[in-house]
């Protein structure tokens, strides 16, 4: 016997009462004509969502070719829990999808057809829809609900004085960040990425420009006191997106959607995102053919993400690492890891390199020096490739004319030398001259 497909007729006439007799929920609904079992709640849904403005009383005029008895029977029996009703129709719906989605791969398989095309097929983040409500909060707000519900507290001040130095010279050089644009900030894993897209996103503060961040590498409390450090205390002007269960996700159809909202009620005009490889890339139907590697997945991430920045008018930061190398080399775009696309889809590639210590400063006995250098190594905008160097200073980095000093390797008989006294060194210039 054949199996009935999930439905909820019920929920989907409650829902449809509900427009009726509401036509504000429309602000608010989260379906789509398709999400509906019954082909004619389906074709209603449509009808009434082309509206526009209406007025109950004559709908029945507008949209009389449903007939009167329907319509008046769904304003009748409408319930008074639309957001539920919403969810229940959602989820049937997702039901239908998965099972229709799966019965064409099983089929698929059976036939052994290219199984590239299958396994890209069977990916689903972005076939099902979520239905829980984004929310767009200061970053200092979330952690303190974070914190009321007993998640690790990583919170501290540090009233440090703020240090303007840093952006005008940046913005000179890179002939000025535009929206529309995506810019990777890349280098080896504890070089200073998330440091360096902090310092930007503080600069962007100063000049009255928010920002949303999407940070998946580090806790949104660790992100909250690294800007402590810097001398934040403002809440208004850094944003986070979260669902109702305080969870980021790392689809890039959420991710839109949270951009979308956050520019509207919050007007922010740069996006943060640490890091591409926590993102989940849609394969969209002109990609079927795309080969099931690692590489293409993180380039159609890529696009996807400057899609957006010019569909939203808004700069995306995208931070990504680097494949392991001597940490003395510059790194250029090549570098970036597990995709060339990755820099062929950006406008400004940047890359943050700290300088290691090795003997060049004796006073700083730590493995790295507080100097960076920061290399522009795609630049569309300005055209050119250049780099400066910054010192890193409680939580800024500070701009400075920086010249690193050459370190030479010195031979074993030159150390011995520096320390043995001298009739010891007369014999060994006499064993190393011979």
């Known amino acids: 016997m054949e199996k009935m497909l999930p439905h909820s007729i019920v929920s989907e006439e409650n829902y449809l009462g509900c427009l009726i007799n509401n036509p504000e929920l429309w602000n608010t609904t989260i379906l789509n004509a398709e999400d509906f079992y019954n082909l004619k709640n389906q074709s209603f849904f449509k009808a009434l969502s082309e509206l526009g403005d209406y007025d109950v009383a004559i709908l029945g005029d507008k949209l009389s070719s449903f007939g009167q008895g329907y319509i008046a029977k769904l304003s009748a029996e409408a319930g008074f829990k639309p957001n539920e009703y919403q969810r229940i129709i959602k989820e049937k719906s997702n039901y239908r999808k998965l099972i229709d989605k799966y019965h064409k791969l099983s089929e ?14 069977s990916d689903v983040s972005n076939l099902i829809q979520t239905t829980e409500e984004i929310i767009i909060l200061p970053t200092f707000e979330l952690v303190e609900q974070l914190n009321s ?101 790392s689809k890039i159809s959420w991710i839109k959607e949270a951009i979308k909202k956050a520019k509207k009620e919050k007007d922010i005009k740069a996006v943060f995102i640490d890091h591409l490889g926590f993102l989940s890339p849609e394969i969209k139907e002109g990609d079927r053919n795309m080969s099931q ?64 210590n090795k003997g060049r400063c004796p006073e700083y006995p730590d493995y790295y020096t507080e100097n960076t250098q920061i290399l522009f190594t795609k630049n569309r905008t300005g055209g050119r490739a250049f780099s400066f160097w910054a010192r890193f200073n409680r939580g800024h980095y500070l701009i400075e004319n920086y010249q690193p000093q050459k370190y030479e390797k010195k031979s074993v008989y030159e150390k011995i030398k520096n320390v043995v006294s001298n009739p010891v060194q007369d014999k060994l210039d006499t064993f190393f001259n011979n």
């Open 149 to 249: 519900k007993g998640k690790s507290k990583e919170i501290y001040s540090s009233g440090i004085e703020l240090v303007d130095s840093y952006l005008t010279e940046l913005g000179k050089n890179v002939g000025g960040f535009g929206t529309g644009e995506l810019v990777i900030i890349s280098g080896q894993t504890g070089h200073g990425k998330t440091a360096f897209s902090q310092e930007i996103t503080y600069n962007l503060a100063l000049q009255n420009i928010n920002s949303l961040w999407f940070s998946f590498e580090v806790t949104p409390q660790s992100l909250l006191s690294k800007f402590q450090t810097m001398g934040v205390s403002e809440k208004n002007w850094i944003y986070s997106a979260i669902d109702k269960r305080l969870r980021t996700s």
């Open 108 to 121: 698929a398989c059976y036939l052994e057809e290219d199984l590239d095309n299958i396994i890209i097929n």
């Open 293 to 356: 590697n690692y590489s293409a997945y993180l380039t159609q991430a890529c696009r996807s993400l400057k899609t957006i920045a010019l569909e939203e008018n808004v700069i995306v930061f995208l931070m990504a690492h680097i494949v392991k190398k001597n940490e003395d080399a510059e790194p250029t775009t090549n570098d970036l890891k597990d995709s060339s696309g990755i820099a062929q889809e950006a406008d400004t590639v940047i890359m943050v390199q700290r300088e290691t």
